[in-house]
């Protein structure tokens, strides 16, 4: 990672850093399947309702829920949104995986569960819709080779796989790679008619959970600090600060998830979600601590928590994605203190 400050930090990601991340990722060939992005980010679709009947084949929504009826989530539910829910008497971890279409693994590794039993009535789990690929190990296979194959982390593969990064992997195993994908084919460069020829120039990268430009709506959550690692991962840049340096949301909203426990979350460590009145999500992690609580109305500017270096982190710095629109600070330049646009 590039960095362009003092205080260096590693970022953290899981996702894939390409947009068609959010839906299935294209293979290779029959043998490398793939995962599926959530589909279901309405919060407690089932919570104290009737029966339940199937969606799509795996989607499991109650006939009315906290979004208004089955039609209603299934017709505005974009595939990039973080989703929590609150487990019922009864309920399973595969059943809640098949509702949310993800593995029951996704949300093991990013609840810090013990194992497929360790759910409970009352548990708040978060659904991180998380899309990767499926790889059967074959010799000379290492994680960090896996990692270098398909954009992956070495270390964020051991996790979610439960692996001993000190011993080999096992021939004819399967494994996922958390965020990975497969490389496009080369950008064959475009005929010019001049002498040099130019690199064809794609799409402006928003990446897994970006989308439309939203100019004037979003606030520096951490003004005065420099960009240490433009976009990359889940639409996300980050900003270097010292440890305890307040973090403020980037906009007015309603904060849906704000985890202060220290423990792995999926890699986020200390990380709060907040939902917009124009459709979008922020988060905010590697917090030191948070200073609000789900449920919480906050307004854009407030302070939210502190900077830190929980999760998947080295070296104290802030992780901001932005889901549903265009990152303010996409075109910002490493090293550099940015306003949104």
Same mark, same amino acid.
């Given at each position: 990672?590039?960095?362009?400050?003092?205080?260096?930090?590693?970022?953290?990601?899981?996702?894939?850093?390409?947009?068609?991340?959010?839906?299935?990722?294209?293979?290779?060939?029959?043998?490398?399947?793939?995962?599926?992005?959530?589909?279901?980010?309405?919060?407690?679709?089932?919570?104290?309702?009737?029966?339940?009947?199937?969606?799509?084949?795996?989607?499991?929504?109650?006939?009315?829920?906290?979004?208004?009826?089955?039609?209603?989530?299934?017709?505005?539910?974009?595939?990039?949104?973080?989703?929590?829910?609150?487990?019922?008497?009864?309920?399973?971890?595969?059943?809640?995986?098949?509702? $949310? !279409?993800?593995?029951?693994? @996704?949300? #093991?590794? %990013?609840?810090?569960?013990?194992? *497929?039993?360790?759910?409970?009535?009352?548990?708040?789990?978060?659904?991180?819709?998380?899309?990767?690929?499926?790889?059967?190990?074959?010799?000379?296979?290492?994680?960090?080779?896996?990692?270098?194959?398909?954009?992956?982390?070495?270390?964020?593969?051991?996790?979610?796989?439960?692996?001993?990064?000190?011993?080999?992997?096992?021939?004819?195993?399967?494994?996922?790679?958390?965020?990975?994908?497969?490389?496009?084919?080369?950008?064959?460069?475009?005929?010019?008619?001049?002498?040099?020829?130019?690199?064809?120039?794609?799409?402006?990268?928003?990446?897994?959970?970006?989308?439309?430009?939203?100019?004037?709506?979003?606030?520096?959550?951490?003004?005065?600090?420099?960009?240490?690692?433009?976009?990359?991962?889940?639409?996300?840049?980050? $900003? !270097?600060?010292?440890?305890? @340096?307040? #973090?403020? %949301?980037?906009?007015?909203?309603? *904060?849906?998830?704000?985890?202060?426990?220290?423990?792995?979350?999926?890699?986020?460590?200390?990380?709060?979600?907040?939902?917009?009145?124009?459709?979008?999500?922020?988060?905010?992690?590697?917090?030191?601590?948070?200073?609000?609580?789900?449920?919480?109305?906050?307004?854009?500017?407030?302070?939210?928590?502190?900077?830190?270096?929980?999760?998947?982190?080295?070296?104290?710095?802030?992780?901001?994605?932005?889901?549903?629109?265009?990152?303010?600070?996409?075109?910002?330049?490493?090293?550099?203190?940015?306003?949104?646009?």
């Amino acid at each position: 990672m590039a960095l362009g400050a003092p205080n260096r930090a590693n970022a953290f990601w899981f996702f894939s850093t390409d947009a068609s991340a959010a839906g299935l990722l294209a293979a290779p060939d029959v043998s490398t399947p793939v995962l599926r992005a959530a589909v279901n980010f309405d919060p407690n679709p089932n919570k104290g309702l009737g029966a339940d009947i199937p969606l799509s084949g795996n989607a499991m929504l109650a006939y009315a829920g906290p979004s208004g009826t089955i039609a209603d989530v299934a017709s505005s539910t974009p595939p990039d949104r973080i989703s929590v829910y609150v487990v019922r008497p009864g309920d399973t971890l595969s059943e809640i995986a098949d509702m $949310f !279409g993800v593995s029951a693994n @996704t949300i #093991i590794w %990013a609840n810090d569960l013990k194992g *497929v039993s360790d759910v409970h009535p009352g548990d708040t789990l978060v659904i991180l819709p998380i899309s990767g690929v499926e790889h059967k190990v074959v010799k000379g296979d290492t994680l960090k080779s896996l990692a270098a194959k398909y954009h992956g982390d070495a270390t964020e593969i051991a996790q979610y796989n439960g692996l001993d990064p000190e011993k080999p992997l096992v021939i004819d195993s399967s494994i996922i790679i958390p965020g990975g994908d497969v490389a496009p084919p080369p950008t064959v460069a475009k005929k010019s008619t001049s002498s040099k020829s130019k690199r064809a120039v794609g799409p402006e990268p928003y990446l897994g959970g970006g989308g439309a430009a939203q100019p004037g709506y979003y606030g520096n959550p951490l003004p005065g600090a420099p960009i240490t690692q433009g976009l990359h991962g889940w639409n996300s840049v980050d $900003f !270097g600060a010292p440890r305890g @340096t307040p #973090i403020r %949301a980037a906009a007015s909203g309603t *904060v849906i998830l704000a985890r202060n426990n220290g423990a792995w979350n999926g890699g986020y460590g200390n990380y709060v979600v907040i939902t917009h009145g124009n459709g979008t999500q922020t988060l905010y992690s590697h917090m030191t601590k948070t200073s609000v609580s789900s449920g919480q109305s906050v307004s854009a500017g407030q302070i939210i928590g502190y900077a830190g270096s929980t999760g998947l982190s080295t070296g104290s710095h802030l992780h901001f994605e932005v889901r549903g629109a265009a990152n303010p600070f996409r075109n910002c330049s490493v090293g550099n203190v940015c306003s949104p646009q």
